[in-house]
């Protein structure tokens, strides 16, 4: 079974719906505009469009890994991929793609993650060893909008910027 193809995602230094050059330097996370917005980052920021560590991805779920998969999937039973046979690397495409039926249910199952485990993943996003390119982009969407609700605005540039930086789709 293919990943669906990698995406690329962008930001913008102008608040939605705001006239342009309002004098703001922030980045705002519009979400539903994911894949506009790496774009846009990608084209204008072309050093952090480079292929992901092969040291770090793909990894073997640690325990806390496969308590926060099972707990996002409780029907996962045996860790491997039923498509491609192989074990799975990561948390969240496992979850998106062969448990979630749809993007509203990826985002009530990611919805139980705490903070803590949350931020967890958010570190593993972070350096490169939990893996977001075969996220469909709505459930990418969501999960960005889960870090912008419960954590910060900022949590949420940080994957961005890592997204931009490991989009490629690694098997899950």
Do not use: W
């Given at each position: 079974?293919?990943?669906?193809?990698?995406?690329?995602v962008?930001v913008?230094?102008?608040r939605?719906?705001?006239?342009?050059?309002a004098?703001?330097?922030?980045?705002?996370i519009?979400?539903?505009?994911v894949t506009a917005?790496?774009?846009?980052?990608?084209?204008?920021?072309?050093q952090?469009?480079?292929e992901?560590?092969?040291?770090t991805?793909?990894?073997?779920?640690?325990?806390?890994?496969?308590e926060?998969?099972?707990k996002?999937a409780?029907?996962?039973?045996?860790?491997?991929?039923?498509?491609s046979?192989?074990?799975?690397?990561?948390?969240?495409?496992?979850?998106?793609n062969?448990?979630?039926a749809?993007e509203r249910d990826f985002?009530?199952?990611?919805?139980?993650?705490?903070?803590?485990e949350?931020?967890?993943v958010?570190?593993?996003?972070?350096?490169?060893?939990?893996s977001?390119?075969?996220?469909p982009?709505?459930?990418?969407?969501?999960?960005?909008?889960?870090?912008?609700?419960?954590?910060?605005?900022?949590?949420t540039?940080?994957?961005?910027?890592?997204?931009?930086?490991?989009?490629?789709?690694?098997?899950?």
């Open positions: 079974m293919q990943c669906p193809a990698a995406r690329t962008s913008s230094n102008q939605p719906g705001s006239p342009a050059n004098g703001s330097t922030g980045m705002y519009q979400t539903g505009t917005a790496l774009r846009g980052h990608l084209s204008q920021n072309p952090n469009n480079h992901p560590d092969t040291k991805m793909p990894r073997e779920l640690s325990d806390r890994d496969i926060i998969l099972k996002l409780p029907e996962c039973s045996d860790l491997m991929c039923s498509g046979g192989h074990r799975f690397h990561s948390i969240l495409p496992p979850v998106s062969h448990f979630s749809d985002a009530e199952r990611i919805g139980k993650l705490t903070d803590d949350l931020r967890y958010i570190s593993l996003i972070l350096n490169g060893e939990e977001l390119g075969c996220l982009e709505e459930d990418l969407d969501s999960l960005l909008s889960l870090i912008t609700d419960r954590l910060s605005n900022d949590e540039k940080k994957v961005i910027e890592a997204f931009a930086s490991f989009s490629v789709c690694e098997r899950s």
